[in-house]
């Protein structure tokens, strides 16, 4: 079965590295592009089997990119490829609904395996990162309140986050601002905190902001 793959990173020559090594692993790959929002755009006009997402990139960054797939295009599996080894990245992008996550230092055969795991609906952490399946397991469904959330929901919350006002995040999401409050008024009747700055203090201590 041909599988289709985009490839999103900011830097070209990434890109084509990764083009050549897909084709040559007999993978079709349907477009390339260079931040989060141009992502969204191809995934919605491409629909590929996977997306390839780096996690630092301008305008839009993966975490947020990968969270708005996969509440938008769920069967669209995301395999982020990041300089990033700790567990807290992993965990933000398990948690915005990455199915994979190779490090860049990985072998390039690692990233054609860990492309072909997710479309046949497994779930691939790179080696590398140390981390036992029950513990990503653990980091994933038994991460206590989290675990509840939504995509949207997390979105939400990181965008709460990162200090975006609810009409940013309207604007941001495609959304009301209206709708944006009451996601807000809900994550804080979910996560049982009474302000938006003991929303933002739990998104901290959870790993919900873009980690440096």
Same mark, same amino acid.
């Given at each position: 079965m041909s599988m289709n793959v985009l490839i999103v990173d900011d830097h070209a020559i990434m890109r084509e590295g990764l083009s050549a090594l897909l084709t040559g692993a007999g993978m079709q &790959?349907? *477009?390339m592009v260079g931040n989060g929002r141009d992502a969204m755009q191809a995934v919605r006009e491409l629909m590929p089997d996977v997306v390839i997402m780096d996690l630092s990139m301008p305008d839009m960054n993966g975490f947020e990119a990968t969270c708005e797939i996969h509440a938008k295009s769920p069967g669209v599996q995301v &395999?982020?490829?990041s300089m990033h080894a700790s567990k807290e990245h992993v965990l933000q992008a398990l948690m915005a609904g990455a199915a994979g996550y190779v490090l860049k230092e990985a072998a390039g055969a690692e990233v054609v395996t860990a492309v072909r795991a997710v479309c046949a609906g497994h779930r691939y952490i790179s080696p590398a =990162? *140390? %981390?036992l399946p029950q513990e990503v397991d653990l980091l994933t469904t038994a991460g206590g309140p989290l675990a509840s959330l939504s995509a $949207?929901? $997390?979105?939400? %919350?990181q965008l709460v986050a990162e200090g975006k006002s609810s009409a940013d995040i309207a604007q941001r999401v495609h959304l009301s601002r209206k709708t944006v409050e009451t996601y807000r008024s809900r994550l804080m009747k979910k996560l049982g905190v009474s302000d938006v700055t003991a929303l933002v203090k739990f998104a901290v201590q959870h *790993? =919900?902001? /873009? /980690?440096?």
């Open positions: &790959v349907v *477009g &395999v982020v490829l =990162l *140390g %981390l $949207r929901e $997390r979105q939400v %919350l *790993g =919900l902001t /873009p /980690p440096g």
